[in-house]
């Protein structure tokens, strides 16, 4: 399989799910500036829509948009609880925190932290407005909580990637103690910590 990723972006969620489900990938990191690869490939041609993360599946197959990515690579390991079988009530929920995740945390809040060309407003409305409500919300479901679901799953990856996004986007998650506490937590777990001290080390940070 081929991981098509930029460091610490959505795709870092696919890196600890392949390292968490012990599977065998190549990475290849994309610039998202100029979409093109290392080898001056362009990434277009890979993924038209020009976003990471994209899979190159072992048959061949191109597969795009995180929660698909993330549910086809916990379903290769089936064992690893990555994801509920399919068809349970729990996979469901599972779909629900990734939609979730994605659309209201995501692209509702960070797409417009991030985005140079979002209006001030825009930006403080995101912030001010938008995140508490997010994030009152996933304090009241994980205080007492270990995980989204019972057990560690693709949802913790993809919600863990998106909180280291609150210090970059200039949000001071202590002000959000359960979150804080929750994300310092899973970053110990060998899997995690080794996707993102790779993914820091490629950006170059400390
Ligand atoms: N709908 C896509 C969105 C992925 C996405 O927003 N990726 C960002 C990085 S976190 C990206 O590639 N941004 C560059 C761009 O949109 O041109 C998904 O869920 O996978």
């Given at each position: 399989m081929d991981l098509y990723f930029a460091p610490l972006s959505c795709s870092l969620a696919s890196r600890i799910t392949i390292y968490e489900a012990g599977l065998e990938a190549r990475f290849h990191q994309v610039t998202l500036s100029t979409k093109h690869l290392a080898t001056g490939e362009s990434y277009l041609d890979i993924n038209p829509k020009g976003q990471v993360p994209a899979l190159r599946t072992a048959d061949g197959a191109i597969l795009t948009e995180g929660p698909a990515i993330l549910q086809f690579l916990a379903d290769r390991a089936p064992d690893s609880g990555l994801a509920p079988p399919a068809g349970t009530i729990a996979r469901y929920s599972l779909m629900q925190w990734l939609n979730y995740i994605a659309t209201?945390?995501?692209?509702?809040v960070f797409y417009t932290l991030f985005n140079?060309?979002?209006p001030p407003a825009a930006k403080a409305f995101a912030r001010d407005e938008l995140l508490p409500i997010r994030y009152r919300y996933l304090t009241g479901h994980l205080t007492g909580r270990a995980f989204l679901l019972d057990t560690f799953t693709v949802a913790d990856a993809y919600l863990l990637t998106t909180l280291n996004w609150a210090a970059p986007a200039?949000?001071?998650?202590?002000?959000?103690p359960v979150l804080d506490a929750w994300r310092t937590r899973l970053l110990q777990r060998p899997a995690v910590a080794r996707a993102v001290g790779e993914e820091l080390a490629l950006r170059g940070a400390p």
């Amino acid at each position: 399989m081929d991981l098509y990723f930029a460091p610490l972006s959505c795709s870092l969620a696919s890196r600890i799910t392949i390292y968490e489900a012990g599977l065998e990938a190549r990475f290849h990191q994309v610039t998202l500036s100029t979409k093109h690869l290392a080898t001056g490939e362009s990434y277009l041609d890979i993924n038209p829509k020009g976003q990471v993360p994209a899979l190159r599946t072992a048959d061949g197959a191109i597969l795009t948009e995180g929660p698909a990515i993330l549910q086809f690579l916990a379903d290769r390991a089936p064992d690893s609880g990555l994801a509920p079988p399919a068809g349970t009530i729990a996979r469901y929920s599972l779909m629900q925190w990734l939609n979730y995740i994605a659309t209201e945390v995501h692209k509702g809040v960070f797409y417009t932290l991030f985005n140079p060309a979002s209006p001030p407003a825009a930006k403080a409305f995101a912030r001010d407005e938008l995140l508490p409500i997010r994030y009152r919300y996933l304090t009241g479901h994980l205080t007492g909580r270990a995980f989204l679901l019972d057990t560690f799953t693709v949802a913790d990856a993809y919600l863990l990637t998106t909180l280291n996004w609150a210090a970059p986007a200039g949000v001071d998650l202590a002000a959000w103690p359960v979150l804080d506490a929750w994300r310092t937590r899973l970053l110990q777990r060998p899997a995690v910590a080794r996707a993102v001290g790779e993914e820091l080390a490629l950006r170059g940070a400390p």
